[in-house]
């Protein structure tokens, strides 16, 4: 993984770009994955307390995008079993949810999720691709207040049925103006 962070570079000890290994367990494509751990390890000389500084950031910033993702939702039956859903008399597209611990409401359009408010007040707004036959969320804008961070992703067939990021770029996330911070993947399993 290479992370490009000149913008926000006093962050990451001052460095513009880092370079080291990821390594992603417990993960089932699926944000929920019981188990799911992130690992960075950087390259080049570091001290043992600055490899874990880097570390822990690398990670939560991963954890950043993986909570925002759509794609990695729970199916639908999981992510909607015991909610009330309706659709609301003055938003047509709108469908509100209610009994989710997390989901306040749902917009549709063109029969893709394209808003999610959460209950905390928070609204998560995705683009979607094509990619082989499959929908992959390319953009999630968070709008934080007055504020939109976005999370864009490319994506990277890793098998017949899993697609995982290849570049990660967050914009705007902290406050208004922020980096970008572009994180990059060479990817395998294993």
């Given at each position: 993984?290479?992370i490009?962070a000149a913008?926000s ?18 993960c089932?494509?699926r ?6 751990d992130y690992?960075y390890?950087?390259s ?12 822990d950031?690398?990670a939560?910033r ?8 759509f794609?990695g939702r729970?199916s639908?039956?999981e992510?909607?079993?015991?909610c009330?859903?309706r659709?609301l008399p003055d938003?047509?597209?709108r469908i509100?949810?209610?009994?989710h611990?997390e ?7 063109k029969d893709l999720?394209?808003e999610?408010?959460?209950?905390n ?11 082989d036959?499959?929908l992959?969320?390319t953009?999630?804008e ?6 939109v961070?976005?999370i864009?992703?490319?994506?990277k ?6 697609y ?8 705007d996330?902290f406050?208004?103006g922020w980096?970008p911070?572009v994180?990059t993947?060479?990817l395998k399993?294993?």
């Amino acid at each position: 993984m290479t992370i490009e962070a000149a913008a926000s570079k006093d962050n990451w000890l001052g460095e513009a770009e880092i370079k080291g290994r990821l390594r992603v367990t417990g993960c089932t494509g699926r944000n929920e994955s019981p188990h799911l751990d992130y690992e960075y390890r950087p390259s080049g000389k570091m001290s043992a307390e600055g490899r874990r500084t880097v570390g822990d950031l690398a990670a939560a910033r991963s954890s950043i995008w993986t909570r925002g993702d759509f794609a990695g939702r729970a199916s639908f039956e999981e992510t909607f079993r015991g909610c009330a859903l309706r659709a609301l008399p003055d938003d047509p597209d709108r469908i509100a949810v209610e009994g989710h611990r997390e989901i306040a409401s749902v917009k549709i359009e063109k029969d893709l999720p394209v808003e999610v408010v959460r209950k905390n007040g928070e609204t998560l707004r995705y683009r979607f691709e094509r990619k082989d036959g499959r929908l992959l969320p390319t953009a999630t804008e968070w709008v934080f207040g007055d504020r939109v961070a976005v999370i864009e992703t490319d994506f990277k067939k890793l098998a017949s049925d899993f697609y995982y990021p290849s570049r990660v770029t967050m914009r705007d996330w902290f406050h208004a103006g922020w980096g970008p911070e572009v994180y990059t993947y060479r990817l395998k399993l294993e």
